[in-house]
């Protein structure tokens, strides 16, 4: 991402900032990604675009180097039949 940025200075300044904020039994790790913007916050669609290119390029990235994320399964006890619909219960 840092290489993705340099490449874009009319769009970043350089530098990724990247702060690991939680792990969770060792199946999700929670981190907060920024960058500094080069716009002066006038036009609001520059802005939002080169927002925009950062996220796709992200998302790009965790794609290719293969990083998934699912729930954990749960499973359910259904305790006596009663009130229960015979549909749930096959």
């Not at 991402?1 to 792990?23: H, Q, S």
């Not at 913007?37 to 996220?55: H, L, M």
């Amino acid at each position: 991402m840092a290489a993705f940025v340099d490449n874009c200075p009319l769009e970043y300044k350089p530098g990724v900032f990247i702060r690991y904020m939680d792990m969770k039994k060792c199946s999700l790790l929670n981190v907060s990604i920024g960058v500094t913007y080069r716009n002066n916050w006038q036009d609001i669609g520059f802005y939002w675009k080169s927002r925009n290119k950062f996220v796709s390029k992200l998302r790009s990235e965790i794609v290719a180097l293969g990083l998934t994320y699912s729930t954990e399964v749960n499973n359910i006890n259904i305790v006596g039949s009663d009130g229960i619909p015979k549909a749930l219960l096959s």
